[in-house]
């Protein structure tokens, strides 16, 4: 691919790979939006943005364009809000093959259309060998929160239960398997998928969700340690209730490394009443992304932003959030 | 007539200071009166010899008593008549004088053992000279009002001793007796039968005894803290109590009721004996006899630890008991012991048959402390019951003005109060990652902080951001700055600070022989060669940095290190060609199949999880490992290390020095620091495991070797310098043999050398370091900006 210069190459190159897989004809600089969810009073607006760099860029289970659009969608979702439209941003290093680029189109549009969202707007850049790294994707999106609905980490309270939609680990330990590069054989597939009709399933059921968290980069210890300290409660987690995979806790026992802080792309926390804990279970486990989803512990008034587990050897040890990777703490 | 007033600080308040000073001036007839301040005791005298007054004074104190500094001014006003002991002023007891809890006094010994007396085997006796104090306060200053003494009403006999300036017990805070003080009791917790002929004895401490002895595991709730007993000389008990706690190979602690018993099973040199009965009463650490306990006791190692009674609960129990018990801390392993009667039979119902319990509440968890003798002094290796919270006066230059908070470590935590030029370091705290110590150590913090009025404007934290210590230190900063210490020049700083050498003397070298901690250039240090003073520190020389694959999981499996070690130079196909026949290739090999090689290598090469290390605490994993003495795991914390130095053959260290392995001092690529390279020791090693050495035989070789490289990289950092002065810390100091070699050829090469004593050279001591250092930075950053605005 060499197409940095801009001019008819690069429309062609944008039209043949990007425009014609995403949107109706005419993708534009600027689209106009309309949506009868937007006219309901009381309607807020969400709006995000996040970059994506993986490498590789294709993994089982997914390529950086299933996470560049799951990824937006989820933070749309956790905050409680209908995801409506993405837009799509590349910056492509020179080199990169075309079939990799209409690959992620294609992941894209899946992920998109699976998430039922629509990608209305984007933009490409190429920048010159060495500049880049492969491909990195930015996106955009916004959604509607339908009136009332208020999902924030500051709404938890004390007693109220956490659930997860499903295994932990499973994309950060993919991640690391199809590097190549460590010599680890794994049956592994990233988890990374849409969360946004889990979400609306939970809340069909139990409409006073009081927060979700996708437990990304920073895994499951960043995502609850957020809503501790968000909401001022202590958290409480049970270890032998955490979905592990045994792949997953193999690898991390080779590369010494801890599953709590492995990063998923598309495993849900929620934290709901205690009365509604048992409704809330039965409704993400009717639909397939929630099929694994357990209850792994509790929001609790001692300790408040701190949050502890409960391990399988009878002790308890602090589940703190890392500043960096994870660096031995030993002395 | 003349008189003077006297202000004397240090430990002087609550252990019978007054009534000493009081009797010290009927028999000089002098006239005048004591009284405490928040300043310290104020003492004046009217009379003849008033000049001599002081040099008495430091020949009458009192057992527990300790003078920091005394000064003497002339009076002009006339005397009252007589000497008399005046009330203490509103709030005026000094905050800084809180004294650590006394082993039981031989006078209240010989009480409770004589049926005439009163006390007469009540369990609680104690006086100004012993018994609890840290233990039982709840908020300062210290008086009975605010111990969890107070709900004890004192009965006539308890007060008038109480109110009597001639009598042992006068303003003995935790006075009581067996009419109005605490009372213990036995009871069945979840498990077991109840043997009735235990209960038929005298009464129920001889009760606990039979316990014992009936081979039962008995939960006693002591001073600062449950234990957990048994007879231990009862392997099956052991084996019991430690499959009921989960607690894996870590060695057992053992009291026994006298010397004469301790003799029978361990070597006692005088300094160890003193140790052994001094009113600290640590655990000592001492040379087992071998075959007389069972190996389960502490198995691989060559030490026990032991400690005498040190409450008259303990003395009663253990006088019927001609045997050593097991006094483990009362937990489930790795959390802190229980303190409350409620705990025990909630959490300890699993583990013990029965609880001895009592109604004293304790207000302050102290674990025991733990100390070892050598090269003729005490080094403590736990800080704990009996040292703390004994402030440290820091030396000479540092000032009284500022008041500064020291987070400490991750591991052995403790944290450290500084204020009006002392430092108060709290007890040892454990581990942070276990929740239970988390929590109870941000209670001793709020406690301390409460205790001694301290509101500091500064906070000091370890380099690592994910230490539980310094995120905890930002988040109470509150906008107040904080200082982040590079761990090794806070281990130098401590010992500096414990010696007493005076704020802007001349740089020492400081040596830190460490597990790991978090180097200025991101990677992890642990064998570090500081030019070092308390303002900041160059650093000379290392260990060779070695990759650590797996991060926290080499940590812990000494064959990650060896690994790494070996194939830092020497590649796999080269091993496996020259030493294919060991026994060590098959324990890789097999150790392949769950982890790959290839895996391995990759995480080495990318550093992916595998920080590089010039950790001295891997290194002598990767000996032990290699010698054959650990390999998977560990169950705690330095236990390769120790059992590699308890196998040394004592005969294989006086052989000739050319048998020593050879370290040598290369220069490290890019920066060009010297380094200690360990690549030919492997090779010897790999050498006398073809000729089948013992393993013994090869640890002394492998500790004369690095004590010997570590005297030389020395002496080549010092030459040419005038550093004259060597500061020996970290964690790896506490392996006798190294510290003994290195300290014992430093010295030869004419240096003077610092050493650990009352402090911890482990992570114990960390907070004593920070806190020195962050004070030592700011009294010069202050300093600058006087220069600059009188310029
Ligand atoms: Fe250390
Ligand atoms: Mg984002
Ligand atoms: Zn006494
Ligand atoms: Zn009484």
């Known amino acids: 691919l060499a197409h940095g210069g801009g001019g008819k190459a690069m429309r062609d190159l944008i039209e043949d790979v990007f425009t014609s897989v995403f949107a109706p004809p005419g993708m534009e600089d600027q689209a106009r939006l309309m949506d009868a969810s937007l006219l309901e009073p009381g309607a807020e607006l969400a709006f995000t943005t996040d970059s994506f760099v993986v490498s590789p860029m294709e993994f089982p289970g997914g390529d950086i364009g299933t996470i560049s659009v799951c990824g937006t969608v989820n933070d749309l979702a956790v905050g409680g809000a209908r995801p409506l439209w993405l837009s799509a941003a590349f910056i492509i290093e020179e080199g990169v093959e075309i079939t990799t680029l209409r690959q992620i189109a294609a992941s894209m549009q899946k992920s998109a259309l699976e998430a039922g969202v629509r990608i209305v707007t984007g933009d490409t850049k190429v920048v010159g060998k060495g500049s880049g790294d492969g491909v990195f994707v930015t996106t955009a999106g916004i959604g509607v929160i339908p009136p009332g609905r208020r999902m924030l980490a500051e709404s938890v309270r004390p007693g ?68 501790a300290y968000a909401a001022g409660v202590g958290i409480e987690i049970t270890e032998a209730d955490l979905p592990l995979r045994q792949e997953v806790r193999g690898i991390c026992e080779i590369l010494g490394l801890d599953p709590l802080y492995l990063a998923n792309e598309g495993t849900l926390v929620l934290f709901v009443p205690p009365d509604q804990a048992v409704s809330a279970l039965a409704a993400m486990k009717s639909v397939p992304a929630g099929r694994g989803a357990r209850v792994i512990g509790k929001a609790v008034t001692a300790h408040p932003g701190t949050v502890i587990m409960k391990t399988v050897l009878g002790g308890a040890r602090i589940v703190d959030m890392l500043v960096g990777e994870q660096l031995p703490r030993i002395c | 007539m003349n008189g003077a007033r006297l202000t004397v600080r240090g430990q002087v308040q609550g252990v019978g200071f007054r009534p000493a000073v009081w009797r010290l001036a009927q028999d000089m007839q002098l006239q ?99 018994g609890p104090r840290f233990s039982i306060i709840e908020s300062a200053p210290y008086d009975r009002a605010r111990t969890t003494m107070a709900p004890f009403d004192l009965c006539e006999p308890c007060e ?61 709730r002591g001073l600062g803290g449950v234990h957990l007993t048994c007879d231990a000389t009862n392997a099956a008990a052991i084996v019991e109590l430690r499959r009921r706690k989960g607690r894996d190979g870590k060695a057992l602690a053992l009291m026994a009721r006298d010397l004469d018993l301790v003799r029978h099973y361990c070597e006692v040199s005088n300094e160890e004996a003193a140790a052994l009965s001094g009113p600290e009463a640590p655990i000592v650490l001492l040379k087992t006899k071998p075959n007389r306990l069972p190996d389960s006791i502490a198995p691989g190692l060559d030490r026990l630890g032991v400690m005498l009674p040190y409450t008259p609960f303990y003395h009663m129990i253990l006088r019927r008991i001609g045997r050593p018990v097991i006094m483990t801390s009362g937990n489930p392993s790795g959390q802190p012991q229980c303190i409350g009667n409620e705990e025990v039979r909630d959490r300890l119902a699993d583990i013990a048959d029965f609880a001895c319990l009592h109604d004293r509440e304790i207000a302050n968890r102290i674990d025991d402390s733990v100390v070892r003798i050598d090269l003729g002094r005490m080094r403590v290796i736990r800080r704990a019951r009996g040292f703390a919270p004994q402030a440290i006066t820091l030396p000479e230059g540092f000032s009284r003005d500022h008041q500064i908070l020291a987070m400490g470590s991750e591991l052995k935590n403790t944290f450290c109060l500084i204020k009006d030029g002392q430092a108060i370091l709290s007890q040892h705290m454990g581990d942070l990652e276990d929740a239970e110590t988390y929590l109870d150590s941000e209670r001793n913090l709020s406690l301390y902080t409460a205790i001694y009025d301290h509101s500091p404007s500064l906070l000091a934290v370890d380099q690592h951001p994910d230490y539980l210590s310094t995120q905890r230190g ?318």
């Open chain 1, 160 to 227: 109220d239960i956490a659930l997860v939609s499903g295994v932990l680990g499973d994309h950060g330990a993919a991640i690391l398997a199809a590097r190549g590069d460590m010599d680890l054989t794994s049956d592994i597939r990233s988890d990374c998928q849409p969360l946004n009709h889990l979400i609306e399933a939970v809340l069909t059921a139990v409409p006073d969700i009081r927060a979700a968290r996708d437990a990304t980069r920073g895994g499951l210890a960043s995502a609850l340690n957020e809503v």
């Open chain 2, 32 to 130: 005048g009166d004591v009284r405490n301040t928040a300043e310290g005791v104020v003492i004046r005298i009217w009379g003849e010899g008033t000049q001599s007054f002081p040099t008495r004074l430091h020949k009458a104190l009192p057992a527990l008593a300790r003078i920091e500094e005394l000064t003497m001014e002339p009076l002009e006003t006339a005397p009252p008549p007589g000497f008399s002991i005046v009330a203490s002023d509103a709030g005026g007891a000094m905050r800084a004088s809180i004294t650590p809890d006394a082993a039981t006094c031989p006078d209240c010994l010989a009480e409770i053992r004589n049926p005439f007396e009163r006390r007469y085997r009540y369990p609680f006796t104690n006086c100004t000279h012993c």
């Open chain 2, 160 to 220: 008038a001793e109480y109110r009597n300036p001639a009598d042992r017990r006068f303003h003995a805070q935790p006075i009581a007796c067996g009419r109005c003080g605490p009372r213990i009791w036995i009871e069945k917790l979840g498990r077991g039968a109840v043997h009735l002929e235990a209960f038929s004895m005298l009464d129920d401490v001889d009760a606990t005894g039979g316990m014992i002895l009936n081979g039962h595991i008995v939960a006693i």
């Open chain 2, 474 to 791: 930002y988040a109470l900063a509150d906008g107040r700055p904080v200082v982040e210490v590079q761990h090794h020049h806070a281990h130098i700083a401590a010992c500096m600070a414990e010696n007493g050498r005076a704020l802007g003397a001349p740089p020492v070298l400081g040596i830190a022989m460490d597990g790991s901690g978090l180097g200025e250039d991101g990677t992890f240090w642990g064998g570090e060669f500081l030019i070092a003073d308390y303002c900041g520190y160059q650093r000379a020389g290392c260990l060779k940095p070695v990759a650590l694959p797996g991060g926290t999981a080499a940590i812990k499996a000494p064959w990650r290190n060896a690994y790494a070690h070996l194939m830092a130079e020497m590649g796999w196909s080269e091993f496996a060609m020259n030493f294919r026949e060991l026994p060590l290739f098959e324990k890789f090999n097999r150790q392949f199949e769950t982890v790959s090689r290839s895996t391995l290598d990759s995480m080495i090469r990318q550093g992916r999880n595998a920080p590089v290390s010039s950790s001295c605490g891997r290194l002598f994993d990767a000996a032990a490992a290699i010698a054959g003495l650990a390999w998977e795991a560990q169950a705690y914390e330095g236990e390769a290390a120790m059992r590699f130095e308890a196998a040394i053959d004592r005969d294989a260290l006086s052989e000739p020095d050319e048998l020593a392995y050879p370290f040598s001092i290369p220069l490290l690529k890019g920066n060009g620091l010297p380094y200690i390279e360990p690549l030919a020791v492997w090779r010897a090693m790999l050498g006398d495991l073809i000729l089948k050495t013992p393993a013994g035989v090869m640890s002394a070789r492998f500790h004369r070797g690095l004590a010997n490289v570590i005297v030389a990289m020395a002496a080549r950092i010092t030459a040419d310098t005038a550093i004259d002065t060597i500061a020996l810390s970290g964690g790896c100091f506490q392996n006798a043999t190294l510290f003994t070699l290195v300290h014992q050829g430093l010295e030869r090469a004419g240096k003077i050398v610092l050493s650990h004593g009352k402090v911890p050279a482990n992570d114990g001591g960390l907070s004593l370091g920070q806190g020195a250092i962050a004070l030592a930075i700011t009294q010069s950053a202050n300093q600058r900006a006087e220069e600059t605005s009188c310029a």
